[in-house]
């Protein structure tokens, strides 16, 4: 069985992101140098998390996949 992903990079000057969305149930995970991190403690804003979610959100899709970041 193959494993269904969608992967996006995105750059700003020397910093690289990788963001990588699989089916299932809404979670995400977040690794920082290598070390995971917890989404809710990295990104202490609630405003921030928003921002985040949103494009899941919008378009109904945030208990269909999770994103690995």
């Known amino acids: 069985?193959?494993?269904i992903q969608y992967y996006g990079t995105?750059?700003?000057k020397s910093s690289v992101a990788r963001v990588?969305?699989?089916p299932?149930?809404?979670d995400i995970t977040l690794?920082?140098?290598k070390r995971l991190q917890p989404f809710n403690n990295f990104?202490?804003?609630?405003?921030h998390r928003k921002t985040i979610k949103k494009p899941l959100l919008l378009t109904e899709t945030s208990d269909k996949f999770d994103l690995f970041i």
């Open 1 to 3: 069985m193959s494993l």
């Open 24 to 26: 299932g149930k809404g």
């Open 43 to 47: 990104f202490s804003l609630e405003s």
């Open 31 to 33: 690794y920082v140098n």
């Open 20 to 22: 990588y969305l699989r």
């Open 10 to 12: 995105g750059r700003r």
